[in-house]
């Protein structure tokens, strides 16, 4: 018995697609992906129209999108972040139907209770046997964890695994079991290892981003959560790597027994664990190669699945029970609402990813951002897109002040009697507009391009085209 | 956030069991475990009837079981395998309907794809955290895999974890997820470690089963399957083990470097992974206390589901890959079809487990018996049972000679070529009749006590009552 089929055209035609189906493909691979773009372009030569394709990311990368949907080989695409290229098209309006976007945790929920049953799933993998267990951790495009693609594979109805490093049979140490999988094809290359993960992620050296770094560490220390147990999500962004550094270095210092990280996993968060600050770190997807190595190699290092990850209607999920996350935003509202979908202008750059799962799981959801980015400031009357609601946001961290949700009072009297710059998030917009004066509001189209759906399945926000 | 409550009583409550309702429990726990009586106790006391129970295997320890069939507590049944204290009631026709038996494969292929939905299900679990991220890994009660309780948890309503040692969350090495567990119950004790895993599984030392053991290994040498890439499963019978022995023995000295070892996992498929005779050993369920420690330290030992060793409906299984599996047999007829539910006298002690799962992939089926047990030839002319139907099974090794399938004739041709004792199955049926004389007809009565439903879904036949 053996999987292994010829080619990406050959597992299509085996798989039965047809016109209006809905395939479905993981970002594990990042910027770094061809997969997508692979099999892309055998369908639309194949002459398929009208699919819908729900992945979790696309990247800039995937810029081919947008001629299949030009084309109408693509008519409804679904994902949880999208990069600038494609999504500047999406923007400008040439899709007839909505973009759905959901959350890290939103979408394995709807694809687990048939919201967005998925009748073909890609899974790129680093590393497969020819039966198709497979894993992210081996090979020359190795990328660590493939959590986001649990639940594709287990819920689709047809399973490709496509890989360039066929192992032997068993993979032993895979991840996603052949229980799931129909067909494995290998190619040369699923994808540009620069691209997939990023050779060491760097803390900033940005004077700005330090004091926002330093703000938010000492935010941490002041809410009471940073002792044994403490657990924790940061991105990968420079200055949310210096709280890391801190963290770390306070940690050690007051021998504080941490449980858990968790996110996209660093080589901070490794460096975190290798010191003993966390009993284990659980990984939904890596970010460096130093987190890669760290995953296949250390059993502490765990790959879990985006459903245990974020999922909103799994009995519980990871993020229920996190202490801090740190997130970013390109705009935040005085009622603390979150934009991590659109920059100030409207055009579509970004998503949710695991932001509102986080922020509504964890005991404390900070944001960190400076008070302005190319000329504007982040705090607006009004988000031109709701991505993470305000009641699920505790504090704005910028190198100007720090504003708390007045619903955490508590919080607020701690930041205040720690000697922290708290100031109301209204007085951070005066602040900001001295400094970039009163923006032109944006004017916007009213077609809808894209539909924002909450983790809980309601549909938070919607964003317009840009004009 | 906290699934922990304070009693199974008020887990049942709160899982909302209803009279007629299915309940399931796994049995990695074996003879020494005390769930299914805990949990079985407690629903009686509360006044429940009419209940199903699917459960992976009954044992003698689980004597209790036929109170509460008396009772009407329990009026079906649904098992892999049934000791004989349990299974000497059933066969006196104890109750209304039929008991199902299904396979390793079977039981969760017919739970994943709703043939027997489970209401509730009782996770016998010997390390779980607050939020049911559980392992049989760590603790007193450690049995090592969790492998057919995987399928339990992932469909049932409602998922009752049931520990003896509640760890710090996260339990990082967790073999079921949080994802699916709805209720942690914390107990004294949820078994008896002698009667869980055995100190050390042990060779025969009698000569009988040791000739069995070098034919086998004989046989196997001269299938031509004995190479690199060599797969492999045997149970944990003396002879069995022997043969585990022999071949690590032929395979270091002939520099033969195997692929994987698998079943229930024994010290002696340990010695191999760690001699190099195998790369992995893929475990459903450990036998002896040197497994459950080989598969919590050694990275090569893997838990594996249910599902993932043996289910026809999988899209594929390991059982699928395997080469060689030696198996038992209470009988075995002149077609080759195995009884493995019932004894000589038709009373129930058995059942498939993994048997028909690993006799429908192997490339090589061998079942290995001693020619006469209690005075009884083991080869007659019609099974009371078929367990396993003859087609899938190659050849029969017994201490008085060989019998191949005829459907091999590619095997006998090689076995003969070996100098081995190859005789017609006929043949051995007439000599152990010398020693015991014909043995008389075993009267059994008309009412089907259980049914013997093959992993294909058919009721492959059927088990009438004891007089």
């Not at 799994?314 to 740190?326: E, F, H």
Request: contains cysteine; glycine residues 10%.
């Amino acid at each position: 018995m053996n999987k292994v089929v010829k080619s990406i055209k050959e597992a299509i035609t085996l798989c039965g697609l047809k016109d209006g189906m809905r395939i479905s493909f993981h970002h594990h691979l990042r910027n770094g992906d061809h997969v997508i773009n692979m099999v892309m372009e055998e369908i639309a030569n194949m002459g398929y129209k009208d699919l819908t394709v729900n992945a979790s990311s696309v990247f800039d990368i995937h810029a081919p999108l947008v001629n299949h949907i030009k084309n109408n080989v693509v008519t409804g695409l679904e994902v949880n972040y999208m990069g600038a290229a494609v999504g500047r098209e999406i923007s400008s309006g040439i899709m007839q139907k909505p973009v759905d976007f959901r959350s890290h945790g939103g979408r394995p929920s709807d694809i687990e209770n048939g919201n967005t049953p998925i009748d073909i799933a890609f899974i790129a993998a680093p590393s497969s046997d020819n039966m198709g267990n497979c894993s992210g951790k081996y090979g020359k495009s190795a990328c660590g964890s493939l959590g986001y693609a649990f639940v594709d594979a287990m819920n689709a109805k047809k399973v490709v695994v496509i890989t360039d490093n066929l192992m032997e049979y068993p993979l032993f140490d895979f991840s996603i079991s052949e229980t799931y999988v129909d067909y494995v094809v290998c190619v040369d290359k699923i994808g540009d290892p620069t691209g997939i993960v990023s050779g060491t992620t760097k803390i900033t050296r940005d004077p700005v981003g330090l004091m926002m770094a330093s703000y938010a560490t000492k935010v941490i220390q002041s809410s009471g959560l940073l002792k044994d147990g403490f657990s924790f999500q940061t991105g990968a962004g420079g200055a949310s790597l210096a709280v890391a550094k801190y963290l770390k270095d306070i940690m050690l210092k007051e021998n504080i027994k941490g449980s858990f990280g968790m996110g996209g996993i660093t080589s901070y968060l490794v460096d975190m664990l290798e010191a003993g600050c966390f009993e284990a770190l659980m990984d939904v997807q890596c970010f460096d190669l130093r987190a890669v190595q760290s995953i296949r190699d250390n059993p502490r290092h765990k790959e879990v699945t985006a459903s245990h990850y974020a999922s909103p209607t799994a009995k519980s999920a990871i993020v229920d029970n996190l202490d801090v996350v740190i997130l970013g935003a390109t705009q935040i509202d005085t009622d603390f609402n979150v934009n991590v979908h659109t920059d100030s202008n409207g055009f579509i750059m970004g998503g949710s990813g695991g932001h509102s799962d986080t922020a509504a799981g964890a005991k404390l959801t900070m944001i960190v951002a400076p008070l302005t980015r190319a000329r504007l400031s982040i705090v607006v009357d009004k988000v031109l897109c709701v991505s993470t609601p305000g009641n699920t946001v505790d504090v704005l961290v910028t190198q100007r002040g720090i504003a708390v949700n007045p619903k955490r009072i508590d919080l607020k009297e701690n930041l205040l009697a720690s000697g922290l710059p708290v100031v109301d998030i209204h007085e951070l917009k005066r602040i900001a507009e001295e400094i970039t004066g009163v923006p032109k509001e944006v004017k916007l189209g009213s077609k809808t391009v894209a539909n924002v759906i909450y983790r809980d399945g309601t549909v938070i926000d919607t964003i317009k085209n840009t004009l």
